[in-house]
């Protein structure tokens, strides 16, 4: 078969691989589709050279049909179409290897999915960037039939946005505004639309803001207009229930202090290169919420499986591009000169 491996920064390529046959507790799946994401950007750059090991495969946001079942594996069978929630964590992977040693307190305490040995699949471990992937069974979700592998790639990124929404107790009247519109804020802003919520979207990207607004939603240029003051007038000058900032700029950070109704929360969604200023005393001052969204867990990923089937999502809108495993180069070097560029798939049966 072929895999897509990236060997250094700047670097990928495309070898021939041996698939590996699945274990006990494991499945092996005929990849479909494979989506990339900014976690796999920031490895193409070189960012995560400590933690990758190389050539690696990449790649978690699939879909696939299941093409085997190892030992031990109950209620799935070849031939199922599936989508991976691409987390491993100790409280599985120790029991399934019969490694021993106690779960970490994370997973003891019910939240596997931030395990602090936790393996993330597709960084710490091969991911869906090739045509046979071998994964633990307890990652599978099943998918519709009337959701298209193409489409349901796309369910592992919407289940960000579902988690994120769900951790800023977003509820029907809320006055929501998300900072940045790439890929997972357009999502977030979207499901958050969809809860009941009004939302107010800030990008400074010509193609995303247009792209947002054909999409439905309320966007404006934060280098254009006064935010703060929007959010005001809008609110009565409350402020916003709850602001999810998805930028990773520190423009972002620091708009997102200024937005918040007293007792409002401010959900971190995006990843930080390096520690932004933040001003804490408005958190002081109006007793509000901090709370960081990472991954998410399996109810998540059933309400993405579910938004992405019934339309919701205008999932076909949010696809850039469809290349094959010998494009991944080309694909990443697209998203890193930005622009006219949102979700870009991986045929990885090509």
């Given amino acids: 078969m072929k895999a897509s491996q990236y060997r250094e920064k700047f670097n990928m390529g495309v070898a021939a691989c041996v698939p590996r046959a699945p274990g006990a507790g494991e499945v ?4 479909s589709h494979c989506g990339l994401c900014g976690t796999d950007l920031h490895v193409f750059q070189g960012h995560m050279d400590h933690r990758v090991k190389t050539p690696a495969v990449l790649g978690h946001e699939m879909s696939g049909v299941i093409a085997a079942a190892g030992p ?13 929630m691409p987390l491993d964590p100790c409280s599985s992977y120790l029991a399934r290897e019969g490694a021993g040693g106690e779960p970490c307190p994370a997973c003891r305490a019910g939240h596997s999915h931030i395990c602090q040995r936790l393996r993330f699949i597709g960084i710490d471990v091969p991911g869906a960037l090739q045509g046979l992937w071998t994964v633990p069974a307890h990652t599978l979700h099943r998918l519709p039939d009337n959701l298209s592998l193409e489409h349901a790639a796309l369910v592992e990124p919407i289940a960000v946005a579902c988690h994120d929404v769900r951790l800023g107790e977003v509820k029907p009247g ?7 519109a790439g890929p997972i804020g357009t999502l977030v802003a979207l499901v958050a639309q969809h809860a009941g919520a009004r939302v107010l979207v800030t990008e400074v990207n010509p193609f995303r ?7 439905g939603l309320n966007v404006v240029d934060a280098r254009e207009v006064d935010v703060p003051a929007l959010v005001a007038e809008e609110t009565g000058t409350a402020g916003a229930d709850v602001v999810f900032e998805v ?5 972002g950070a620091e708009l997102m202090t200024k937005l918040p109704r007293t007792r409002g929360r401010v959900v971190i969604v995006a990843i930080f ?12 001052w109006r007793e509000l919420k901090l709370c960081g969204a990472r991954v998410y867990e399996h109810q998540d990923f ?8 019934s339309g919701v999502i205008p999932i076909p809108r949010l696809i850039s591009g469809v290349y094959g495993l010998d494009g991944v180069q080309q694909a990443l070097e697209q998203m890193l000169k930005g622009g006219a560029v949102m979700k870009i798939l991986i045929d990885c049966k090509s």
């Fill in 28 to 31: 092996q799946l005929a990849v």
């Fill in 72 to 84: 031990g594996v109950d209620g799935w069978a070849a031939g199922d179409r599936v989508s991976v």
């Fill in 174 to 180: 809320d006055y929501a505004v998300v900072i940045g």
């Fill in 209 to 215: 803001i247009q792209l947002a607004r054909d999409l």
């Fill in 247 to 251: 930028s990773g700029s520190a423009a």
């Fill in 273 to 284: 290169a390096q520690p932004p200023p933040v001003n804490l005393f408005q958190f002081f």
């Fill in 302 to 309: 059933d309400e993405a499986i579910d938004l992405a089937a």
